[in-house]
């Protein structure tokens, strides 16, 4: 199955700085990594995913890059808000292919944003 | 349109004792899953489902028992509640195994 570490388990920026959250992985066949914010108190929520035939993908202030090389893929989360305060958790699938069989999770990043 | 519905929110057991985690998804979706989330461990998959009727052992299956009767319905069960199963559970469904939905939430706690 896979294995997930992520980096930083906290991270402290200016409102306004960039934010940068790190995963590896181990199995190189993984094709699919999904990142989910959770707010205190509530369910994870799907943010930004990318497949592994893409090496970087954008939705507005957040940014997704996957090296497949490395096994590793980051969150950029650019001009950082108040309201991206909250605990990103990234995950890739527990067995080669898509994640029928489920997802394994990073053990989460606490970003906070000091005002 | 809910989504993913967990019931309950919240439950406090007494040890040994028994309870069901009921959740129900409106999206049509194949995949199931259950999860639970302890401080600093992420989220974890207990037991998980591919389709009506089936249902397959996750990364921490022990202590818990799951049905899938309806393609709508995911049943998660304690046979004989303990303190290290308080924590809180979350289900999700997905479409084609990516792209999975959260329900609320269940918050447990096992005195």
């Known amino acids: 199955g896979e294995n997930v570490e992520q980096h930083p388990s906290t991270l402290s920026v200016q409102e306004g700085d960039s934010a940068v959250i790190k995963c590896t992985y181990s199995d190189s066949a993984s094709n699919y990594f999904p990142w989910y914010k959770q707010e205190l108190g509530k369910r994870p929520q799907l943010i930004i995913d990318i497949r592994s035939n893409v090496g970087e993908k954008k939705d507005q202030r957040i940014a997704v890059t996957l090296n497949k090389t490395a096994k590793h893929f980051s969150l950029h989360i650019t001009e950082t808000q108040p309201e991206d305060s909250a605990v990103y958790f990234c995950?890739?699938?527990?067995?080669?292919?898509?994640?029928?069989?489920?997802?394994?999770f990073g053990k989460g990043t606490h970003l906070i944003i000091q005002p | 349109n809910a989504g993913v519905t967990q019931t309950p929110k919240f439950r406090v057991l007494k040890t040994g004792q028994s309870m069901t985690l009921l959740c129900a998804q409106d999206?049509?979706?194949?995949?199931m899953y259950w999860y639970r989330q302890d401080p600093g461990m992420g989220l974890r998959l207990i037991h998980y489902s591919v389709g009506e009727g089936t249902t397959a052992k996750g990364e921490v299956p022990d202590g818990y028992n799951v049905s899938r009767l309806k393609k709508q319905n995911f049943l998660l069960g304690l046979e004989s509640a303990a303190p290290s199963q308080t924590s809180v559970y979350f289900c999700?469904?997905?479409?084609?195994?990516?792209?999975?939905?959260f329900g609320q939430g269940t918050r447990l706690t096992v005195v």
């Open positions: 999206m049509n979706h194949e995949y």
């Open positions: 999700a469904s997905s479409y084609s195994g990516i792209q999975a939905f």
């Open positions: 995950a890739a699938p527990r067995y080669s292919g898509g994640g029928a069989d489920g997802l394994t």
